[in-house]
């Protein structure tokens, strides 16, 4: 018998937990540092409502209609079709995210061990940069804290849908969102927290247009929401029949952004007001946060409360990322789901090494002129997410037979069946497709410089 949500706020509770993330807290905050704060919050929350809404409304849709994994549901809309393989896409990208997430989620787990232990307070020779360095050069501790994520996340998945992901969420998801407003109120009670607000609400007009901001907050939605990875098709395929598509995915899509945003409100601030670049990239979870915990008042407990924030929400997004593949390997192969998960988490584990040891034994070795991790990171989020999009709207749009997609995302009669169905076979596909010609001619990647 085909699994369950066992209640709508438990599912709901986890697709927030789906989407918040490493996405929200340690990537939205960089890459909004590194384009101008306000100008690229602008661009993204256009890109989430023109994009990230109906994709959402799409893949859970598809996902409830097929009541399978990933491939099954593709296939049961276009049996005939090509266009039947179409889940198998998502599927290999959660499958690749997975395995570099689980690297970042590592370092955050061990930040918490360290900030708890009390030895993240103590700078190390050469300073936190040098400390960081050091750690993720070394040839085995990022692969224990890798594997000690990717097993945490193994041991939720493996209890089930109801017993193990749906209840982890059910109290994690509350507590996460009463650790980023505490972190946000105090962060904004620091003097010169100010300068933090204006960067991030107040936007510069010149550089909204900009096409690297607009390619950024692409990737950032997609990266962020969880857009092409095959989770909301999924989560689809174990929703009930009176758990409501368009409302889950507007609940979901909002939660995860204004998650993104009392984030930005609790780091940013702080940057300004201890004297921080916001504009830090990468490193500024890593590096130039522990050093601004260490000078604020009373931040050894927030940096502490910070990291663990970080690593539970890694914990929720590896949950969803795994249940991806791990649901495609129980239907495919017929196997139970324990087996499934030691065979699927085990082959993710293993396909994240080189990214764990791209800073140190790997280090010789770049994609795209950055180091393995930031060099796959910037292939899926600006590349592979956005084609599995591509994929999903151009297949609800006009693969889906017209007088059935709107009845497919319960909007049939509604004003707001035609303005999805108008947003996914024309608005996305071109944006879409759009920005990524724009690549392929040979367009920078973000970030590149």
Known sequence: MREQWGSGLGFVLAGIGSAVGLGNIWRFAYVAGENGGGAFLLVYLLVVAALGVPLVVAELAIGKRGGADAATAFASLAPRSPWRHAGWLGIAGAGLILSYYAVIAGWALRFVALALSGRLWEVPAGGFAAG????????????????????AAMLVVAGGIARGIERVNLWLMPLLALIVVGLAAYALSLPGAAGGVAFLFRPDWAAVLRPGVIMDALGQAFFSIGIGMAVYVTYGGYMRPEHPVPLSALIIVVADTGFAIVAGLAIFPAVFAMGGDPAAGPELAFITLPQ????????????????????????TSMVSLLEVPVAAVMHRWRIQRTAAVALTGGAILLAGVPAALGYGVLAGVTILGAPILEGVDRLVSNLLLPLAGLTVAVFFGWIVPRGEAPALAELEGRPGGAALLWMLRYLAPLLIAGLMLRLLLGAPLPGDG
Request: glycine share 12%; hydrophobic share 75%; charged share 5%.
């Open 132 to 151: 960081f360095g050091a750690f993720i050069a070394d040839p085995l501790a990022p692969l224990l804290w890798q594997g000690a994520m990717m097993l």
């Open 292 to 315: 601004i915990f260490l000078a604020m008042p009373g931040g050894r407990v927030v940096g502490s409360v910070f990291f663990l924030l970080l690593a539970a929400a890694a914990l």
